[in-house]
Structures are given as structure tokens and as C-alpha cells.
């Protein structure tokens, strides 16, 4: 066989294997992994006790990053147009004091869930191995096992030169669920009509408000409440098989 017979024999048979690797009526799953690195901002804490709310002045919260698995779950309504479940093993995140509260380190953890469903633009057509996208849709947000370190669990934390000791009791928190915004951009890599890889980025508008709620023996009921701003950017690294 002549050489540039053999090419060329070989540039189709690759071609082949990598025809409508994402076309119409396509179903794509990925696992991969998921770096979230939250871009915190906080309001300082508002503090309700004895009838009399008062503005913790300079007091705020930061969170940590987290990674965890995720998994994706693609369908391909036409050769570019696709929705997209998104999934994941709930991240452990870590709030930590920052301003007046730094003092206490740690103040909390919890673990979030965000299951996003996205609409996804593919360029490129399905034949193609590089297949750059842009998407957007929502994420719901909620949280669960949240649980206080020993100074803010205890009320430490509502320590002040007014009050002393006055405000301090048994500490719980809650976090609150919301819809956030999310937009997307990545590529997809096929190496063959089931196999691709695929790397993206994504931001979410995202906010919750932390509710404490400390029974004080000396003036009952004390709440205290922070608007924190999570807008996490998220990565995701991947392998996909299309089905």
C-alpha cells in the first residue's frame, strides 16, 4: 500500500470514530472535580436583644475554599444546543471570623448543596474533537449540618464591654436557601465518538443569610443575623462518556 493511501485511510478511520461524538438526541455523563473558591463579602452582624437592635460594627465572616466530585448530566436538543443537569457530593465549607471576630477563629462549618440545571451553547459543529461552550441558568442552594464552633455555640461571641456575660447562652444557626444565578464557559475535548474530557468555569450569584438564635438565662431570646455574599467561582475538571 502507498504511503499516502495508508494516511489517508487512517485520517478516516479517526474521522469516523469522532462523527457526531455530541450531536441531536445525544446524552453525555461526566464526573470530574469541583474547586469552589467563594469571593466573600459580609455585612457586620445585627444583633436583637431585649426589644433593642444594635450593628455589631466591624464584625464579618469569611469562607474557605472546598473541592469535591460532581458529576454532569448533558443532553444535546440540537448539534449545539444542549441542557445540562449539574451534581456534586456536598462541599464541607469553613466560616471563620474576620474584623471584631477574628479573634474567634473558626466559627462554623456546613455543608451545601447546589444541584444547577444550565442551557449550554456548543461552537463548533458535532463532528468536531475541540467544542468550546458558553451556558447560564440557576443553582438551588440550601444547606445542612451546620454546626457552630465552641466560642459561637457557647455565645461567646456576644461578649461586650455594656453587657459582659448578659447575652451568652446556648447557640444555634441556621443558614438560608436561595436560587442563584449561575453563568458557564468551557470546552469539551472528543477523542472518539464516547470518550472527551472537558474543563470550565463557572460564577454564582450567591448569598444566604446566617441566622443565630442564643437563649440567654439573663434577657431571653438573642438574634443575630449577617448577610454573607458567597459568589464562589467554581472549576470543574472532567472525563464525559456519551451514551
Same mark, same amino acid.
Given at each position: 500500500m502507498?504511503? *499516502?493511501?495508508a494516511?489517508?485511510?487512517?485520517a478516516?478511520? &479517526?474521522?469516523?470514530?469522532?462523527?457526531?461524538a455530541?450531536?441531536?438526541?445525544?446524552?453525555?455523563?461526566n464526573v470530574?472535580?469541583? %474547586?469552589?473558591?467563594?469571593?466573600v463579602?459580609s455585612q457586620?452582624?445585627s444583633?436583637?436583644?431585649?426589644g433593642?437592635?444594635?450593628?455589631?460594627s #466591624?464584625?464579618g465572616a469569611?469562607?474557605d475554599g472546598?473541592d469535591t466530585i460532581?458529576?454532569?448530566?448533558?443532553?444535546?436538543v440540537?448539534?449545539h444546543?444542549a441542557?445540562?443537569?449539574v451534581?456534586?457530593? =456536598?462541599p !464541607?465549607?469553613t466560616?471563620? #471570623?474576620?474584623g471584631t471576630?477574628?479573634? $474567634?477563629? @473558626?466559627l462554623? !462549618?456546613?455543608y @451545601?448543596?447546589? =444541584?444547577t $440545571?444550565l442551557?449550554k451553547?456548543?461552537f463548533n459543529d458535532?463532528?468536531s %474533537?475541540f467544542? =468550546?461552550y458558553?451556558?447560564a441558568?440557576?443553582a438551588?442552594?440550601w *444547606?445542612s449540618?451546620? !454546626?457552630l464552633s465552641?466560642?459561637?455555640?457557647?455565645g461567646?461571641? $456576644?461578649?461586650?464591654?455594656? *453587657?459582659?456575660t448578659?447575652?451568652e #447562652?446556648?447557640?444555634t444557626a441556621?443558614?438560608s436557601?436561595?436560587?442563584?444565578?449561575v453563568?458557564?464557559?468551557g470546552?469539551?475535548y472528543n477523542?472518539?465518538k464516547h470518550?472527551?474530557?472537558?474543563?470550565?468555569?463557572s460564577?454564582?450569584? $450567591?448569598s444566604?443569610r446566617a441566622? &443565630?438564635?442564643? %437563649?440567654?438565662?439573663?434577657?431571653g431570646t438573642?438574634t443575630?443575623?449577617?448577610k454573607? %455574599?458567597v459568589? =464562589?467561582?467554581?472549576?470543574f475538571?472532567?472525563v464525559?462518556?456519551?451514551?
Amino acid at each position: 500500500m502507498r504511503p *499516502y493511501r495508508a494516511i489517508a485511510i487512517a485520517a478516516a478511520l &479517526l474521522t469516523g470514530t469522532a462523527a457526531h461524538a455530541q450531536s441531536a438526541g445525544s446524552f453525555v455523563a461526566n464526573v470530574g472535580w469541583f %474547586h469552589l473558591a467563594p469571593q466573600v463579602s459580609s455585612q457586620p452582624f445585627s444583633i436583637t436583644a431585649a426589644g433593642t437592635t444594635t450593628t455589631a460594627s #466591624g464584625s464579618g465572616a469569611d469562607i474557605d475554599g472546598a473541592d469535591t466530585i460532581g458529576f454532569t448530566a448533558t443532553y444535546f436538543v440540537t448539534d449545539h444546543i444542549a441542557v445540562e443537569g449539574v451534581f456534586g457530593v =456536598p462541599p !464541607k465549607f469553613t466560616l471563620s #471570623g474576620t474584623g471584631t471576630l477574628s479573634g $474567634l477563629g @473558626e466559627l462554623g !462549618k456546613a455543608y @451545601e448543596w447546589s =444541584p444547577t $440545571l444550565l442551557l449550554k451553547y456548543y461552537f463548533n459543529d458535532a463532528q468536531s %474533537h475541540f467544542r =468550546p461552550y458558553l451556558g447560564a441558568g440557576a443553582a438551588y442552594v440550601w *444547606y445542612s449540618g451546620v !454546626k457552630l464552633s465552641s466560642a459561637m455555640s457557647s455565645g461567646a461571641f $456576644l461578649y461586650s464591654s455594656t *453587657y459582659g456575660t448578659a447575652l451568652e #447562652g446556648q447557640t444555634t444557626a441556621k443558614l438560608s436557601s436561595s436560587f442563584a444565578p449561575v453563568i458557564n464557559a468551557g470546552f469539551t475535548y472528543n477523542f472518539d465518538k464516547h470518550w472527551s474530557a472537558g474543563v470550565s468555569l463557572s460564577y454564582m450569584w $450567591l448569598s444566604t443569610r446566617a441566622t &443565630l438564635t442564643t %437563649h440567654s438565662a439573663a434577657v431571653g431570646t438573642v438574634t443575630s443575623t449577617s448577610k454573607i %455574599h458567597v459568589d =464562589p467561582i467554581v472549576s470543574f475538571v472532567s472525563v464525559g462518556y456519551r451514551f
